[in-house]
Structure formats: C-alpha cells, structure tokens
C-alpha cells in the first residue's frame, strides 16, 4: 500500500534516471501525491491540531503553495516535523509549520499522538511467568473454570428434569429421587478448562455419556488421579490432551461446550468409597474447593 503510494508520488516529482536505469528521487524535493490515489481514509485532522510528517519514507513532505499539484512547493518539511494544521480540502492541509504556511497532501500527515507513540523497547524484560500451578493437591474450582463462575444446577437432590439413573447406579443416591450428582457451571461455551489435579486422561473425547450438542467428537473429559478419583468434565467443546496423557494441576485441557439447556460444564467427582460401583460421586465445590 505504502509502496504503491510511494510510486505514485515519485511521477509528481523532479526524477532522474540513474545509469543502471533505476529511478532516482533527489531527497530534497520531498514528495506528495496525486489527490485521491491510495489517500489514507483516516487522515481526518482537525483544525489546530498538530500532525506530524509520517510515512515519506525520510523524504520529506512538501509544503505548497495551494491545495493541488498544480501549485508550487515552497519547502519541504522533514519526516516528524510537527506542524499545525489550519483547514482542510480534498485531502489537502493548510498548515504552519516554522512560522510559514502552505498546504500539504493528507497521506503523510499523521496525528501527533499516534506519531509520537514510543516505539517498544527492543530488550524489555519479558514478565515474570506466573507461578507454576502446585504439582500436588488440586487446584480450585475458580483455577478450572479460568475465573469467578455461578452454579446453574448445584450437586444433590433437585427438581430438575430427569432421575440421573446413573447417579443411583453409585447406590448412595435413593433411586427414583431426582438428583444431579455434579455441578453445572455457567460458562460461555469456548472457555478454557483446566485440570483440577495432576491426573491421567483416561477418555478425551467422543464418548457416548456427555455430548456437546455442536461438536459430538468432543463431549467429554475425563481425568484418573493417582489415588483413583475420577473427575469428568461433561459436554467439552474440545479436547486439548490426548487419551492416556498426564496432564499437570492447572494445566488447560479443553475448553467447555453446550448441552441441552445451554452453555456450561457438567463437572462431576467420583472417589474411591464404598459405594456400589467403588466410586461414590462428591461434591466438586467442596472436592476442590470454590
Ligand atoms: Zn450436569
């Protein structure tokens, strides 16, 4: 773009034709273009306002004698010469600059604000990592979710729609009783998950037990801890670990998905117990703390 306009400005000024055949450009003359060729929509400046020459590419910018080509340059103002802007035509600026006025094109006048921006320290010091996440122990279930949440279905007995027969498979919940042995949380569909302990992924995705309603080749989540603890993240938009992985506490594993009443994460916690199936469900608020 910049080189386009560049070549445009080089026809309006005084060239030379160097020995190899290359176009030459006497630095003095500075450069401006032809009113509406490549112009730069933002070059919207307001009377009073101080613009800097930009982007002549060191050539300079010219200062004429009215609003057009046609009229004749009176000085060329070097690259980030700042000058004041006194109206405005077709592009074209009259401005003051050194105590003398003229008009100059809008492409290469910048807002003195945005010129004068610094330019990022080469060598700046990169941030402090954040702390590794603790390498045993879980982490909160805050750290899963990636921040502060709301419940949409706590863990327990409810009146929500279904008997979860799952559920009173574990044998400590009453069949027939409606009951919802995990915790939905509300997330928007697409935020990041993260492990809640050091664990293994024992199934990533695809399973017939949590589906996300778009994506059914993710769905679900599910870690094995050393102790035997199962936790499952229901209704996964995707999955970030491979099946068999050891994933780290705190370490992003997926993100959450979508499932029947809308955007959140199903997230259950079964423990090592004397339950029917040897796992009895617990609460996640209070497995892994809020
Ligand atoms: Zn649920």
């Known amino acids: 773009m910049r080189r386009a306009r560049l070549l445009g400005s080089l026809l309006v000024l005084t060239t030379t034709l160097g020995c190899d055949g290359t176009l030459g450009v006497d630095a003095e003359e500075g450069i401006d273009e032809a009113a509406g060729a490549g112009r730069r929509a933002a070059a919207s400046l307001q009377a009073q306002e101080t613009a800097r020459v930009c982007e002549t590419g060191g050539l300079g910018l010219r200062q004429r004698t009215g609003p057009g080509?046609?009229?004749?340059?009176?000085?060329?103002?070097?690259?980030?010469?700042?000058?004041?802007?006194?109206?405005g035509a077709g592009g074209w600026y009259r401005n003051r600059w050194n105590g003398l006025t003229g008009w100059s094109f809008g492409d290469f006048l910048c807002p003195a604000a945005a010129a004068n921006e610094p330019a990022p320290a080469p060598n700046e010091p990169a941030p402090a990592p954040a702390p590794p996440a603790p390498s045993s122990g879980k982490v909160s279930l805050q750290t899963i979710v990636g921040g502060p949440y709301?419940?949409?279905?706590?863990?327990?007995?409810?009146?929500?729609y279904g008997g979860y027969g799952y559920c009173h498979s574990y044998g400590h919940w009453?069949?027939?009783?409606?009951?919802?042995?995990?915790?939905?949380?509300?997330?928007?569909?697409g935020t990041p998950l993260y492990a809640g302990a050091g664990a293994k992924v024992i199934a990533a995705g695809g399973t017939p037990w949590f589906k996300d309603d778009l994506n059914p080749g993710a769905g679900e989540l599910r870690l094995r801890l050393a102790d035997g603890t199962e936790v499952i993240y229901g209704h996964t938009a995707s999955v970030e670990v491979a099946l068999g992985a050891t994933v780290a506490a705190g370490q992003r594993i997926?993100?959450?998905?979508?499932a029947g009443t809308g955007a959140h994460l199903h997230l259950e916690v079964r423990v090592p117990g004397n339950c029917t199936l040897g796992l009895c469900t617990v609460d996640p608020v209070s497995f892994f703390g809020p």
């Open 150 to 160: 709301t419940l949409s279905q706590g863990y327990g007995p409810s009146s929500f």
């Open 254 to 258: 997926g993100t959450s998905g979508s």
């Open 174 to 189: 009453p069949t027939g009783q409606n009951v919802h042995c995990a915790v939905d949380v509300a997330i928007a569909r």
């Open 69 to 87: 080509l046609g009229y004749g340059i009176l000085r060329v103002m070097p690259e980030g010469a700042a000058t004041t802007i006194l109206e």
